[in-house]
């Protein structure tokens, strides 16, 4: 008759705590029942992350790390290597299953990709079809990683069936239970599978091991001294066992053995000297035992709150260089936190070279070149080039990013950079070039009107136009300053004043270029034939109404271009990709363009008016000088308006000064010049009686 307990407050069981059982299997069932009566369970085998949850199974814990520690460590061992395609496998088992499924939701979270998984059957043998057609499925998935999540007993059978194949030259990652199993390794002919690389708990050194041995009032060896009243007899070194032995499950027991020990040490208050007698209840030998903390053989030994040990593990790898096999630790995997350290000279690939082996679905691309995603693996994609004004952000492989306004890329580029701001400035060493010869030209044109102010009088000043040859200079002068309207940043003046102040002053000056040339056809060829013309021209001030009227006409073709397209200051970011050009716009308009073939026009009107008088007398002949200077005039000008949409920023500001530059340049002097020369170096040809010789001689030749 079994007597129903009203609480297990008071219940005192046979047995206050239990070690085992050697199977995740197995602690499933056994950590269930326990954990009703809250009868601690220490576990040395079962690694299944489940038995963590202490909602539960309050009352468990092991020794032996849990899964999902060995699951980050083989996810850092990957991501070491840059392995990015991989096979996962399992045994048909809570062990393996579990294992699998974590790792699986790891990797898909990650850059990894998973090419295929499987499930290795259990109790078969090495001519079970279904071994042999996961091995095909293996070799035709064509990864050069693969991890085998399973226990020793169904991943021989396995490996059977992949050297039977003759499956070679692959990297085999192997987890903690089969990765130095005896069994696994005296497959026939294992050797030419590759690289097997695993996980195995952390050990000490083998020869410093030893079973539970005790001495009367010795004491257990480890942190405390415990007062034992028992003697372990027989009790050998772990290194002097049979191979079969498993030295790390020893340990593992031997761990366990000692938590038990020192959560009774600690409470029957045994530190004092004297251990109590009192019952032992399961559920506070439970809470001593989650607060252990002591160092077993350089191993320490404590849980955390999920009752699982704080404890990593060895990465090793098979070894075949010598007559047996053997193993090498090449790093260590450590948890709070969790960190991963290969030593890379102590690694043997198989490989001719002894480089790590590649396991990727596609190559990476080149920097600059994102990925075309090419089936539902992320990691199976072809590259394509980002196209200029985009980058590559490494946090987005997939997709090219635009660049701001305000900058640039080129092609294949992963980082945009600041567009360069481009105007015409007063820095530059081209401004210099510009700048020198715009102020010595004003120079030459004030001088120019002093020489023509102090020889006012004289019949070469008179000829030339008298008091019009300063509004003339004065109109080239004005002009020659618009040209300072094309150096520095931008503003809403200097683009207001570029171009009326440019037209209207050149206009004045063609405007009198014509006139003057008008009269003295006039005196000499028309007034034989109509001799009222001259005397009317001047009796209602041709001359004024003349330059007036043709000035008023360029100015409201201006004032039209202003108020139809306003010149200010614009950023044109479609020029160049890696420059900003800051200019005047817009450009080109109809109404500038009318203002500019305004400008033309007048020029040709002197050019027809300056070669109908070629072969008047010499001192009123200006034709070939004035002929010259209006044909580049045009030509000049015929060159801004053809390239004014062609030549950008600063190129096209260079190209408005220089033409501006010459076609003042040659309009001074052609016209002025040869008048100062005489002025100066020929002074017998600047007297009246000159200029009458002048006059009979053409009246002669008429009459001839």
């Not at 001593?288 to 160092?295: C, D, G, M």
């Amino acid at each position: 008759q079994v007597e129903v307990l009203p609480t297990f407050h008071r219940y005192e069981p046979e047995v206050v705590a239990v070690i085992g059982p050697d199977s995740t299997r197995l602690a499933l069932t056994t950590a269930a029942i326990l954990s009703v009566f809250l009868i601690p369970e220490i576990s040395y085998e079962a690694t299944l992350e489940t038995l963590s949850l202490k909602r539960f199974y309050p009352s468990f814990l092991r020794t032996i790390p849990s899964d999902k520690q060995q699951v980050k460590a083989i996810f850092l061992l990957l991501q070491r290597f840059g392995w990015t395609w991989v096979a996962l496998l399992a045994s048909d088992n809570a062990y393996g299953r579990d294992g699998l499924d974590a790792l699986y939701k790891l990797l898909t979270a990650s850059d990894v990709c998973v090419a295929y998984r499987g499930i290795i059957p259990i109790n078969k043998d090495a001519n079970s079809p279904e071994l042999h057609n996961l091995v095909r499925i293996l070799k035709d998935v064509r990864v050069n990683v693969t991890i085998v999540f399973s226990n020793r007993q169904s991943v021989r059978p396995f490996f059977e069936v992949v050297v039977q194949r003759n499956v070679s030259g692959m990297v085999w990652v192997g987890s903690e239970d089969w990765s130095l199993a005896q069994t696994i390794w005296q497959v026939p002919g294992i050797q030419s599978i590759g690289s097997v690389i695993g996980m195995s708990v952390e050990k000490i050194d083998a020869a410093t091991e030893r079973t539970g041995r005790t001495e009367a009032g010795g004491g257990i060896r480890g942190s405390a001294q415990l007062d034992c009243t028992q003697r372990c007899t027989g009790c050998r070194s772990i290194s002097t066992v049979p191979d079969m032995y498993d030295a790390q499950a020893s340990f593992n027991v031997y761990s366990a053995v000692y938590t038990v020990a020192h959560g009774l040490h600690d409470l029957l208050g045994c530190a004092s000297g004297v251990c109590s007698k009192g019952t032992v209840y399961p559920w506070q030998l439970l809470q001593k035992i989650k607060q252990v903390n002591f160092t077993l053989y350089k191993s320490h030994i404590s849980f955390d709150a999920n009752g699982d040990i704080r404890k990593g593990y060895n990465v090793i790898m098979w070894n075949w260089s010598g007559p047996s096999w053997s193993f090498n630790v090449v790093g260590t995997f450590s948890v709070n936190p969790d960190s991963l350290s290969i030593d890379q000279g102590k690694i043997l690939w198989h490989t001719k070279d002894n480089q790590a082996p590649t396991s990727v679905c596609s190559k990476a691309c080149q920097p600059g070149e994102k990925r075309l995603q090419q089936s539902r693996h992320r990691c199976c994609f072809s590259c394509v080039a980002c196209p200029a004004g985009t980058f590559l952000n490494r946090s987005d492989l997939y997709n090219c990013q635009s660049c701001r306004l305000d900058e640039w890329a080129p092609v294949r580029s992963e980082a945009c950079f600041n567009r360069t701001i481009e105007f015409l400035s007063w820095s530059d060493p081209i401004s210099w070039a510009l700048l020198t010869p715009t102020i010595l030209l004003m120079l030459l044109m004030a001088g120019l009107a002093v020489l023509f102010a102090l020889n006012a009088s004289t019949p070469v000043v008179k000829s030339a136009g008298g008091k019009m040859c300063f509004l003339m200079l004065g109109s080239l002068a004005c002009a020659c300053s618009s040209l300072f309207c094309h150096f520095g940043e931008p503003t809403w003046h200097t683009c207001l004043l570029r171009l009326p102040l440019l037209a209207v002053c050149f206009t004045i000056f063609l405007s009198c270029v014509a006139t003057r040339s008008f009269q003295i056809i006039c005196i000499f060829k028309l007034n034989v034939r109509w001799p009222a013309l001259y005397e009317a021209w001047q009796r209602r001030k041709g001359p004024v109404l003349f330059i007036a009227a043709s000035t008023a006409a360029q100015a409201v073709l201006c004032l039209a271009a202003e108020a139809t397209s306003p010149s200010v200051p614009r950023r044109d970011y479609g020029a160049w990709a890696e420059r900003v050009v800051l200019e005047c716009g817009p450009i080109a308009s109809a109404s500038r363009t009318a203002a500019s073939a305004y400008t033309v026009l007048l020029s040709a009107c002197c050019f027809a008016l300056s070669y109908a008088g070629k072969d008047l007398p010499a001192s009123y002949n200006e034709a070939k000088c004035l002929t010259c200077s209006l044909l580049l005039q045009l030509a000049c000008s015929a060159t801004v308006l053809c390239t004014q949409g062609a030549l950008r920023g600063q190129v096209a500001a260079v190209a408005r000064v220089l033409s501006s530059l010459c076609t003042l340049g040659a309009l001074l002097g052609g016209y002025f010049l040869p008048k100062a020369f005489v002025i100066l170096l020929r002074p017998h040809l600047n007297t009246p009686e000159h200029f009458q010789m002048a006059i009979q001689r053409y009246t002669r030749r008429l009459a001839a």
